[in-house]
T-cell receptor
Framework: GAVVSQHPSRVICKSGTSVKIECRSL??????MFWYRQFPKKSLMLMATSNEGSKATYEQGVEKDKFLINHASLTLSTLTVTSAHPEDSSFYIC?????????????FGPGTRLTVT | AQTVTQSQPEMSVQEAETVTLSCTYDTSESDYYLFWYKQPPSRQMILVIR??????QNATENRFSVNFQKAAKSFSLKISDSQLGDAAMYFC?????????????FGTGTSLTVIP
């Protein structure tokens, strides 16, 4: 149990376009989802926390208008990178917290590699 | 904000040998959780082991064990009988039970190489 999927696993887009990344909890209801960004050989940097049905909470320095997060259902959160630029190229990872589980338990998706050309 | 420090960017170990990865953290909380996550080349984050701060006994999971020193705020991971599949990035992480941020804090990671 506790499987989290991400789609797509890899995406290449042109500068100036927008790209959407989906994060789904497959066998549990995720009341909270986290979005992280990871640069090569670096740690995970929390971008935002999203709670189902409410606005996401963004970390300091993360542009909310550029990284749009929607958590419309208990099993799906989306991250949209708007007007992408090469510097947005990175590995994006989501994690989900089971609504009926412990607060300290989170389950990670396999990540999405975004390349902006 | 809490901080998690991993002072060893890279480590290597001979297959079948034992290796210890270091982690220290800073917090004023008394109730919290500590984790070690493994990130292999596939980039999928895998939970290796978890320690509850209120437990004095060190957590163990098969070949993986921790040395949790609460007063020293130290949380090291010992991998015994290292296997080739243990090669990965290892991240130490902290979660505060009452942290208003309600988030996980990750260290900078240690890249472990297993030498056959």
């Amino acid at each position: 149990g506790a499987v989290v999927s991400q789609h797509p696993s890899r995406v290449i887009c042109k500068s100036g376009t927008s790209v959407k990344i989906e994060c789904r909890s497959l066998d549990f209801q995720a009341t909270t989802m986290f979005w992280y960004r990871q640069f090569p050989k670096k740690s995970l940097m929390l971008m935002a926390t999203s709670n189902e049905g409410s606005k996401a909470t963004y970390e300091q320095g993360v542009e909310k208008d550029k990284f749009l997060i929607n958590h419309a259902s208990l099993t799906l959160s989306t991250l949209t990178v708007t007007s992408a630029h090469p510097e947005d190229s990175s590995f994006y990872i989501c994690s989900a917290r089971n609504g009926t589980g412990f607060l300290h338990e989170q389950y990670f998706g396999p990540g999405t590699r975004l390349t902006v050309t | 904000a809490q901080t998690v420090t991993q002072s060893q960017p890279e480590m290597s170990v001979q297959e079948a040998e034992t290796v210890t990865l270091s982690c220290t953290y800073d917090t004023s909380e008394s109730d919290y959780y500590l984790f070690w996550y493994k990130q292999p080349p596939s980039r999928q984050m895998i939970l290796v082991i978890r320690q509850e701060a209120y437990k004095q006994q060190n957590a163990t999971e098969n070949r993986f064990s921790v040395n949790f020193q609460k007063a020293a705020k130290s949380f090291s991971l010992k991998i015994s009988d290292s296997q080739l599949g243990d090669a990965a990035m290892y991240f130490c992480a902290y979660y505060g039970e009452w942290d208003t941020g309600n988030q996980f804090y990750f260290g900078t990671g240690t890249s472990l190489t297993v030498i056959p």
